[in-house]
C-alpha cells in the first residue's frame, strides 16, 4: 500500500469537451492516498466526466494526467483495472441471474492467470486458482456483512444490498482507488446509513482511497476528509467539509439551492 499523504492521481490543467459543449475547463485536482474525497456541484457542473477522466473512459484533449507521479496515457479499461483502479455505477450492473457470491468472484477475473486446459481438467495451478479466489470472495462477503445472502440470485435481493453486492465486486480486484458513482442514490435513511458505515470501512480497514460523486450533502459532509466542488466545467471550491460550507462562492452555486 503506498503512503498516507502522497498524491495517488495528480490532474493537471485537463480541458475536457464534446463538440461544441466544455465538460471540464482547466481543471486541476489531486487525489491524496488514503482519502476519502467527494466531488460534489449542480446537474450537469461536470461531475460524471471529472470521475470519467479519473477511470480513464474519457482521455482529456489538454492537460495531464499522472497515476503515482508518472503521467498516465490512453489505456484499455483492463489495463485501468490492473493499476488498481475500480468502480461502481450510478445504475447497478450486476448479472441479476448470478448469486451474490458469483457476482463478487466476476470482479477477480481480471486477476486470474488464465490456462485453459488446466481449467478444463480442474488441475493444478486452475485448481488452487479457483480456491484462492473464492477464499478472498468468501472473505470480502464477510467483511460486508452478506453472509445470509451469499447464494441468493441479485434480482431477489432488495436495492440496498445488491449495492452493497456491487461493492463487493469492486472490492474484488482489491483496488488501491475505488471510485463511487452516487453510491446513495435511491436508497432509504436505512440503507444510506449502512453504506456510509461500509464505505468508512472499507477506507479505514482496507486503507483503500476513495473517489465518489453525491448529491446528499449530509452523507458528503459526514464522511468525505475532502470535498472539491464543480460548476459549469470549473474547480470553484477544493477542502475540508467545515472550509466548503464556509465558502461563499459554493454557497452561492450550490449549497444554497435545494436538491
Request: glycine fraction near 8%.
Amino acid at each position: 500500500m503506498s503512503e498516507k499523504n502522497k498524491n495517488l492521481m495528480d490532474i493537471e490543467k485537463v480541458n475536457l469537451s464534446f463538440g461544441g459543449l466544455k465538460a471540464l475547463i482547466d481543471v486541476d485536482l489531486k487525489i491524496i492516498t488514503g482519502e476519502i474525497l467527494a466531488i460534489i456541484g449542480p446537474n450537469g457542473a461536470g461531475k460524471s466526466s471529472m470521475l470519467n477522466v479519473i477511470s480513464g473512459i474519457y482521455i482529456p484533449q489538454d492537460g495531464l494526467v499522472k497515476w503515482k507521479g508518472k503521467i498516465r496515457k490512453k489505456v484499455a479499461p483492463h489495463d485501468i483495472a490492473r493499476m488498481g483502479i475500480a468502480r461502481t455505477f450510478q445504475n447497478i450492473a450486476l448479472f441479476r441471474g448470478m448469486s451474490a457470491l458469483d457476482n463478487i468472484l466476476t470482479g477477480r477475473n481480471i486477476l486470474m492467470k488464465r490456462n485453459l486446459l488446466l481449467e478444463m481438467l480442474y488441475l493444478g495451478s486452475g485448481k488452487s486458482q479457483e480456491i484462492e479466489h473464492r477464499k478472498k470472495a468468501e472473505e470480502i462477503i464477510d467483511f460486508l456483512e452478506i453472509q445470509s445472502i451469499r447464494k441468493t440470485p441479485v434480482s431477489r435481493l432488495p436495492y440496498g444490498l445488491q449495492k452493497r453486492v456491487e461493492l463487493g465486486r469492486a472490492l474484488a480486484l482489491e483496488p488501491e482507488l475505488l471510485l463511487l458513482d452516487e453510491p446513495m442514490a435511491g436508497m432509504n435513511v436505512e440503507e444510506k446509513r449502512d453504506m456510509c458505515r461500509f464505505i468508512l470501512k472499507v477506507n479505514d480497514e482496507l486503507g483503500t482511497t476513495m473517489v465518489l460523486i453525491e448529491h446528499d450533502m449530509g452523507v458528503v459532509m459526514d464522511i468525505s476528509d475532502r470535498v472539491v466542488v464543480l460548476d459549469y466545467g470549473k474547480v470553484i471550491g477544493d477542502g475540508t467539509p467545515d472550509e466548503i460550507m464556509a465558502n461563499q462562492k459554493v454557497i452561492d452555486a450550490y449549497l444554497g439551492v435545494e436538491h
